[in-house]
């Protein structure tokens, strides 16, 4: 737990490192993220990570982005966040074009587009999975259980089902949602 | 492509940068909508292949937003068929979305994590934060309902019971996601799916 934290050397030093966490992420990079910044290169301690990685998920934008954009800014300002971020997404983003390429040149054989629906809907399975994560979560809601299940509901409904923006999503379930919870929360605070 | 869409695709992508609250997956529902749905700039069959391989290849989720790019650019010049231009056009067009989708959220980040660090337990933050749980279970179901329908819109019994099984392992074994995808795949060209 006395560990001494490392500041990360340069500019170069954040590029690179986000560079090779981005490219073991598959699916969530939250385990390798840690790994990496609180194990391996010893950034930060693993509570210090633990507050980093909230504030990042509560800031809109993806997640492991924010979080190199916050990390990369703390220690070399404009630039470093620059870094970090263009780290994470660069080499990867190229990788991934090229795997996207490889597999179009083979997409009009039957048995890869055969192939690619049966990732496709094992890829959907793995995108409910993570939504259904959230479950303990809404379980635990100052709102009780009922409740945030039926915004997910609604939300679900309005977003799947009857394909409407997303700004009017947010701005009608997000705004009843926040505003039910803030009353909520005041009432426990002051109780 | 002319310039007037590709300005109006790089203002929205923009726009859902900050909007998305939980991440990347949550605004693929949108992104559905917009691009397939509405500009019809993606059939479902790229929608989902763009998804798909966004998966199980390494890097954060809102690479997807890349391949999309890539597949909308190289669409609108003309396909392979069409050569260096096109995959220029993709290239390009893949830039242009992701830096759309990750420039605002990041600029909010930076400028916002010290505010958020002093704040973090107002009432307001958390209310946020808390409120916003369910809205994302929500969206990110959303975003697998979509991709499985996408996958396969002919809603094969067979697919259907694939995707379940995936999210049934997901959730109760620590297999990796790319033995999954492995899976899916065989399942899918032994099966002739």
């Known amino acids: ?191 | 492509m002319n310039w007037s869409l590709w300005l109006e695709l790089h203002l929205h992508f923009c726009m859902l940068s900050l909007l998305a609250v939980g991440g990347a997956l949550a605004i693929v529902p949108e992104m559905h909508r917009y691009l397939v749905n509405d500009l019809q700039l993606l059939s479902e069959t790229a929608f989902s292949q763009s998804v798909t391989l966004a998966q199980i290849a390494p890097g954060p989720n809102i690479l997807l937003v890349a391949v999309m790019g890539w597949n909308i650019g190289l669409q609108a010049a003309g396909g392979f068929e069409a050569g260096g231009v096109a995959m220029v056009t993709g290239l390009l067009m893949a830039l242009s979305l992701l830096t759309a989708a990750v420039l605002p959220s990041s600029l909010l980040s930076y400028f916002m994590v010290k505010w958020l660090h002093l704040h973090q337990h107002a009432l307001s933050v958390r209310a946020f934060k808390a409120g916003m749980v369910p809205l994302v279970m929500g969206l990110m179901i959303s975003a697998g309902w979509l991709l499985q329908t996408a996958s396969n819109p002919q809603m094969d019994w067979r697919l259907l019971l694939l995707c379940v099984a995936s999210m049934l392992i997901v959730l109760c074994t620590r297999v990796h996601l790319l033995w999954l995808m492995l899976g899916g795949a065989l399942a899918g060209a032994a099966l002739g799916l």
């Open chain 1, 1 to 191: 737990m006395a560990q001494e934290n490392v500041a990360p050397r340069s500019r170069t030093d954040l590029f690179l490192s986000f560079t090779w966490l981005g490219l073991q992420g598959f699916g969530g990079v939250l385990a390798v993220v840690q790994r990496e910044m609180v194990d391996r290169k010893q950034w930060m301690t693993l509570s210090e990570f633990a507050e980093e990685w909230a504030l990042a998920q509560t800031l809109p934008g993806p997640n492991v982005v924010n979080l190199s954009v916050m990390f990369g800014g703390k220690h070399f300002g404009p630039t470093g966040a620059l870094a970090a971020m263009s780290g994470l997404l660069l080499l990867p983003g190229l990788l991934m074009l090229a795997i996207v390429i490889g597999f179009q040149a083979f997409a009009h054989l039957p048995v890869v587009a055969s192939a690619l629906h049966g990732m496709g809907v094992a890829a959907a399975g793995m995108v409910m999975a993570a939504g259904w994560r959230f479950w303990p979560t809404v379980k635990q809601h100052p709102l009780g259980w009922p409740l945030g299940l039926a915004f997910a509901a609604l939300s679900f409904a309005l977003a799947a089902l009857m394909h409407w923006p997303l700004a009017h999503v947010i701005g009608v379930v997000g705004l009843v949602s926040c505003g039910l919870t803030w009353r909520r929360l005041q009432n426990k605070d002051s109780a």
